[in-house]
């Protein structure tokens, strides 16, 4: 059996606990990944099924729900990314 990276960062989700853990159960925290991924897709002229491979960076940010207030929430609140 081969298990490669997933698309998107579930990784992240299931590790929750773990990555709170890992910051002394402070909220909020952010977490990144960076690694390779995998997607089949079906390509009548490479064969039958080709597996493509990319590199994927993913950052989520976790709040608590009921608490989002953040001391520097003011400095970046009107920034319009582009």
Known sequence: RGYLRPETAQGMFVNFRRLIDYNN???PFAAAQIGTS????????????????FQMAEIEHF?????????KFC???DVVLT
Do not use: M, S, Y
């Open 63 to 71: 709040v608590h729900p009921d608490e989002k207030q953040h001391p």
């Open 75 to 77: 400095n970046v609140a």
């Open 25 to 27: 159960g402070r909220i």
């Open 38 to 53: 995998f997607r089949n897709e079906i390509a009548p002229r490479a064969g039958l099924l080709r597996v493509r491979e």
